[in-house]
């Protein structure tokens, strides 16, 4: 069965889904992880123990529960802003899409924008993906999401694992770089990346009910 989706999935479904999931031996470490996050939360010195943990879940638990795992110890350890970000730029890959993936139930406010804006500057297309959830959706200007939605767009990020697309994408002026863009790509005989149309759709809707 599929991890549900970490962005949206609180974490008590979190933990219930990895009990039902991972086996004795990975259980027992999660047990373990997340007690030692939840008696020593935040940040404790150059690194917590628990943060030793995150880089340890995909051995520990298989690589499809490896991000779950992650999440649950950030909500375990508390974590806010300042060490969200710690986290984020000193992990790795995977740790990093952890934190994005924990941003919507960690920090209610924008302080931990600056790094949804870093995920998407990179190539990496899962980062990218984590950083158009529920927090992204949230806290990102208009002109920064527009610019967000074209990348998925030419990068082959599917775009419906971006949140609130049908809502926010009802917009004139992304209607109008869609089509530029849409026009350059076949001007250069190049194909049209899939879902450009489905969003070009959503985002005409603006004009017709105006």
Known sequence: MNTPPLADTGPEALRDHLETHLGPEARTWLHQ???????????????????LRLAEAGRRCGTPYADAARVL????ARADAAVL?????????????????ALPHLVAGPDALALVEDALRTNDTRLVAAALGPYGARHLEDHAWRHAVLKCLFTGVPVD???????????????????????????????????LHHVLALAATSSEES
Not at 33 to 44: F, K, T
Not at 46 to 51: G, L, Q
Request: no cysteine.
């Open 33 to 51: 992880a997340l007690q030692e996050a939840a008696a020593r939360p935040g940040g404790h010195g150059p690194i917590s123990a628990w943060e």
């Open 161 to 195: 694992v971006v949140t609130g697309l049908a809502e926010r994408a009802r917009d004139a002026e992304l209607a109008r770089m869609l089509a530029d863009f849409a026009a350059e790509r076949t001007a250069a005989g190049r194909p049209v990346p899939t879902g």
């Open 73 to 76: 110890i950030l909500h375990a």
């Open 85 to 101: 970000s710690r986290v984020y730029h000193q992990g790795t890959a995977a740790e990093r899409r952890a934190v994005l993936q």
